[in-house]
């Protein structure tokens, strides 16, 4: 049987519209990512973003111990001021203890809201101030532990200032999937959409126990925004493994507008390398054209000024965790708002990109 073809690179008007503006957050003490813009009532821009402290120089410190920051420009492409810390693990044996990371954010009935994952270092047995002292072997132990505990939170604020709720306290917004499910190890990299029927739409990441872990998007709807959420029979809805077992997908972001539900997201393998990102619609938020998809976004050399660098994975030019900013006049994205590593202090930051639709 022959394999399926890869999609063909086609350039969507999403795509073809970026035009890179800055890099912003860069800082010498933490690692910057997942940026998540809005409007606040006050009429600035606030910007969620992970960071975590550059001690942990092994990729662990989003799991270890990440926090959401607040920061806040007076313009789409600030620059923008850190603030304050809106949500960090809340220690002892909660969902939430020990990281938070991946924000992102919506205004939705009047009330800001604040999607993000969680992990739990609880059972390991040591606090998270002494992973660090950990041999690598007990490191990498630990890490599997909170790979498998990332779980997807809900906080809510009135204000875009803070402070926020809690929604999911004791328990996770979405627990994994029973054993042999497609999500049986986790649940991670939340987004929303309120649908024309004012349904809630809530998409996650998961994937399933077993020697490759293909990522894949999942649903769970809500007749309210607070729950309870109650996953699709149908997931998951986004699984590219069809090309392969090791093509996949993560960070998607969703939308409506003009009567499609569309995502972009960063896609793994999807057009045959790791920096092209993947644009898809829908109809119903509920089956995407999958087979069809085009390029969201190219990497970043094509929009920044940065010297390429000649790494098989070339990870410092690939855009993650893609946002979106919308204008506040016409409800249209405005802003397209990005992880990506290297900059001057070759650690990562946001990155700031202009929809010119």
Known sequence: MDKPKLPEKIES???KS???????LETPYYRVWGCAPIWGEDGK???????????YSKPVGWLVSCEIAHAIGNSPEGPFKFVDIALEGRGGNHWDSWSIHNPSVYKINDKYVLLYMGTNGYPSGINRDDFLAQSDERQEEIRVILRRSKRVGMAISDSANGPWTRI????????????????????SNPAMVVTPEGKYYLYY???QEGPISNRKY???ISDTLEGPYKKYEGNPIIDFSYLSPRIQCEDAFMWY?????KAIMRGMGVFGN???GVYITSKDGINWNTDTPQIAFRRSYDYFPEEAEPLFRPIKGRFERPQILFNLDTGKPDYLYCSLRGGIYNSASGAVLKINE
């Open 18 to 24: 970026l035009t890179g503006v800055t890099r912003i």
């Open 13 to 15: 008007d999403f795509c």
């Open 257 to 261: 507008e003009d009567g499609l539900y």
């Open 45 to 55: 821009v606030h910007v969620y973003y992970s960071r975590w402290i550059h001690k």
């Open 205 to 207: 990441k998961g994937w």
């Open 274 to 276: 790791a920096e092209d």
């Open 218 to 220: 999942g649903l769970a």
């Open 168 to 187: 999911s306290d004791e328990e996770p917004l979405l627990q994994a999937g029973p054993p042999g499910s497609w999500d049986d190890v986790c649940t």
